[in-house]
């Protein structure tokens, strides 16, 4: 069945179009478009409340195009990296723990372990703080 844009004027088969619309497809993308941009702040509570809800959907996608993307996932990485070494040298320092000459980072722990590892981190931050403090008062 061949269908008119009534944005554009675009004719074409209704594969082209939204199904039970007069707009097609390339339209409703621009639409969209413009309204996150002019929207972000409702934008982005819309997409905090859906990863909220849907943790291992997002998880998985996530997953997913990390596998089939690997080189542009590694360039991103690298690329971050780049743009943020001093922090991530501090997510490092603050994120790693040793126990026993083992070496951990938090995300990737044991699970029985995350509770102790965690501790151990607010422990030393909290103690840094405090040092800080410490030096700053007494110069």
């Keep these: 069945m061949i269908k008119t844009c009534t944005k554009c004027g675009f004719i074409g088969?209704?594969?082209?179009?939204?199904k039970g619309?007069?707009?097609?497809?390339?339209?409703?993308?621009?639409y969209n478009k413009q309204y996150c941009e002019n929207n972000k702040e409702k934008y982005?509570?819309?997409?905090?409340?859906?990863?909220?809800?849907?943790?291992?959907?997002?998880a998985e996608r996530e997953k997913q195009w990390r596998e089939n993307n690997?080189?542009?996932y590694a360039e991103r990485q690298k690329q971050y990296y780049?743009?943020?070494?001093?922090?991530?040298s501090e997510y490092k320092k603050q994120n790693v723990i040793t126990i026993n000459n083992e070496t951990f980072r938090f995300n990737t722990?044991?699970?029985?372990?995350?509770?102790?590892?965690?501790?151990l981190?607010?422990?030393?931050?909290?103690?840094?703080?405090i040092k800080k403090y410490k030096q700053e008062k007494f110069k």
């Design 13 to 18: 088969d209704d594969v082209k179009f939204r």
């Design 21 to 30: 619309k007069n707009v097609c497809k390339k339209c409703i993308a621009e």
């Design 44 to 58: 982005a509570e819309y997409k905090k409340k859906y990863y909220e809800n849907n943790k291992e959907r997002c």
């Design 70 to 72: 690997k080189e542009r």
């Design 82 to 88: 780049e743009n943020n070494k001093e922090k991530c």
């Design 109 to 119: 722990a044991p699970e029985e372990l995350k509770p102790y590892i965690n501790f």
């Design 121 to 129: 981190i607010k422990e030393r931050t909290l103690k840094n703080i």
